[in-house]
């Protein structure tokens, strides 16, 4: 056997190992009964019309969305000038400062749950639907920091030097040039902090506790009381978004640039 089959052959079996919980979780969302069966004991969508009709889990899914969709608005917010700063300006702090950004979602998730718990209640302000939003923009715009950092990195500065030349204003160099170029690591970076937020669960519970009740939350207090195939619904609903986000990004956007490739690496 050649070295290349022995390659995809081990990858093969990767992917298959990673695959096996997501096409067992897929079974038990379509079982008929109130089960933990896989292979699925009949056929039903029941389970994922259940999310809509729930007014528990519907709440909990527009929970979800508007935090994951806020947050990442606002992390890319943060990141955005941040990054163009680093980049324009290079400062010699830039390495302590970009560190700082970066360093949220470094810590362990814990470590960073329990300071904004302590912050949010020295605050008054523990429970809130916005101390959810922030803190979940806080520890993910690390993402968006990071993919719009290799945007700015990827622009040849030669395009910058030449429009200024030619007598456009900063406002205009970075309108008519430098946004357009960086746009697809916004979009990643947005995408990225949006899916995480999505599924993050230590986060949100340590400083709203049950108060904004998103999907993982609505999980684990569901389990409280028994298994129900909803949640395995869910889980198949959340591999689907994100399945989506990731996908669409690949399909529409430039692909080897957003995971990091310069310009002369592409070709």
Request: aromatic share 14%; proline share 5%.
């Amino acid at each position: 056997m050649s070295a290349a089959w022995s390659i995809r052959l081990f990858m093969g079996a990767v992917g298959l190992v990673l695959a096996a919980p997501l096409l067992v979780i897929g079974g038990v969302a379509l079982n008929e009964g109130r089960v933990l069966h896989f292979p699925p004991r009949g056929f039903s969508l029941q389970w994922f019309v259940d999310i809509w009709r729930d007014a528990g889990w519907f709440d909990a899914l527009i929970n979800s969305l508007s935090v994951a969709t806020l947050s990442a608005c606002l992390a890319v917010s943060i990141a955005l000038p941040l990054a163009y700063f680093l980049w324009r300006w290079r400062v010699r702090y830039a390495a302590a400062l970009y560190t700082l950004g970066t360093a949220p979602f470094v810590l362990p998730p814990v470590i960073s749950a329990l300071g904004f718990l302590a912050f949010w209640a020295t605050a008054g302000l523990y429970g809130d639907y916005l101390t959810v939003v922030v803190s979940h923009a806080i520890f993910f715009v690390t993402l968006p920091m990071v993919t719009i950092s290799l945007g700015f990195q990827s622009i040849d500065r030669g395009l910058v030097e030449a429009a200024a030349t030619m007598g456009a204003t900063p406002r205009q160099v970075f309108r008519t040039i430098v946004f357009p170029l960086v746009r697809p690591y916004i979009v990643s970076g947005f995408a990225f902090a949006f899916v995480l937020s999505l599924n993050e669960y230590i986060v949100a519970y340590m400083v709203a506790g049950f108060t904004v009740e998103t999907l993982p939350i609505k999980i684990f207090n569901s389990l409280r009381y028994g298994y129900t195939p909803v949640m395995a619904a869910v889980a198949v609903v959340f591999v689907l978004v994100a399945l989506l986000v990731f996908g669409l990004i690949a399909r529409f956007g430039d692909l080897p640039r957003l995971l990091g490739a310069l310009q002369g690496q592409e070709k």
